[in-house]
Nanobody, 115 residues
Framework: QVQLVESGGGLVQPGGSLRLSCAAS????????MGWYRQAPGKQRELVAR???????NYADSVKGRFTISRDIAKNTVYLQMDSLKPEDTGVYYC?????????WGQGTQVTISS
């Protein structure tokens, strides 16, 4: 049974940083593409970063150069380092495989960027 638990969200000012964590169980990272998704208020959920089984990374244009996805295979955890945060980065952040599987969605973690 797969379980994904996100943490690390919060309220930060524009220009600040946050590091999100996704603790995974029931998944083998090297066999899956893992992704961070976000859902902004009133918008559809979108994929913002992903990391392949080989460790290659890709980012949405809106976060490229500011966000970094990484993983710790020993801890079965995926991270999202978010720097230079903007108000438009506000939303609930989730991790899931890519493409996403409905039953894997967790509760997400709220990120709010505001002064």
């Amino acid at each position: 049974q797969v379980q994904l638990v996100e943490s690390g969200g919060g309220l930060v000012q524009p220009g600040g940083s946050l590091r999100l964590s996704c603790a995974a169980s029931g998944l083998i990272f090297k066999l899956n593409v893992m992704g961070w998704y976000r859902q902004a208020p009133g918008k559809q959920r979108e994929l913002v970063a992903r990391i392949t089984g080989d460790g290659n990374t890709n980012y949405a244009d809106s976060v490229k150069g500011r966000f970094t996805i990484s993983r710790d295979i020993a801890k079965n955890t995926v991270y999202l380092q978010m720097d230079s945060l903007k108000p438009e980065d506000t939303g609930v952040y989730y991790c899931n495989v890519v493409p996403s599987i409905i039953r894997y969605w967790g509760q997400g973690t709220q990120v709010t960027i505001s002064s």
